[in-house]
């Protein structure tokens, strides 16, 4: 059964930073591009970076770059986000989401993350 | 990017009946490689998305024969059948075929009449 548990979410003061995880199982990670996408409470969904299977092809949203910076370590089925100069727009649920040809077929339960003084 | 557009925003269905949904893209999904890179997914309340329908038509695994996805180009429809209570949520349609450029519907909700 394929599960992604993201972690690492939670309160952060404008112009901090924050770093999520989302552990991968039940597939074979190292074969699959990995992406984040975030909700921001009550709104729909956006796309916020993506990385594929072996880290060499990485993009974001023009609303993230710069601040934000997606790796991945295969080793440890384990897919991050570093987010940094965080915003009050950043405060979402964000998703980790697998990437199968052009559509998102997994996805984790999400972790908050609040920017906020 | 690619704009994608929903309607209706909300839609209300008595169980057993049947719904469309429409969501219209603001350039064609039609890729060089001749795919259509549309797919449906839903969130339930306090869930996460999960996936519907790609590629326009195909079920994903598990996902029952009461949804089917249609369309073409810019136009697209998910229709559901026989509306069961755990049908009800948010629908988003989502496009891939601007690669690394994905973006999704505004969402149309599905309450019970």
């Known amino acids: 059964e394929v599960q992604l548990v993201e972690s690492g979410g939670g309160l952060v003061q404008p112009g901090r930073s924050l770093k999520l995880s989302c552990l991968a199982s039940?597939?074979?990670?190292?074969?699959?591009?990995m992406n984040w996408i975030r909700q921001a409470p009550g709104k729909g969904l956006e796309w916020v970076a993506s990385i594929s299977s072996s880290s060499s092809y990485i993009y974001y949203a023009d609303t993230v770059k710069g601040r934000f910076t997606i790796s991945r370590d295969n080793a440890k089925n384990t897919l991050y986000l570093q987010m940094t100069s965080l915003r009050s727009e950043d405060t979402a649920l964000y998703y980790c989401?697998?990437?199968?040809?052009?559509?998102?077929?997994?996805w984790g339960q999400g972790v908050m993350v609040t920017v906020s003084s | 990017d690619v704009v994608m557009t929903q309607t209706p925003v909300s839609l209300s269905v008595s169980l057993g009946g049947q719904v469309s949904i429409s969501c219209r893209s603001s350039q064609s999904l039609v890729h060089n490689n001749g795919n259509t890179y549309l797919s449906w997914y839903l969130q339930k309340p306090g869930q996460s998305p999960q996936l519907l329908i790609y590629k326009v038509s195909n079920r994903f695994s598990g996902i029952s024969d009461r949804f089917s996805g249609s369309g073409s180009g810019t136009d697209f429809t998910l229709k559901i059948s026989r509306v069961e209570p755990d049908d009800l949520g948010v629908y988003y349609c989502?496009?891939?075929?601007?690669?690394?450029?994905?973006?999704f519907g505004a969402g149309t909700k599905l309450e019970l009449k």
């Open positions: 989502g496009q891939g075929t601007q690669y690394l450029m994905y973006t």
């Open positions: 989401a697998r990437l199968n040809w052009r559509y998102f077929d997994y």
């Open positions: 039940g597939f074979t990670f190292s074969n699959y591009g």
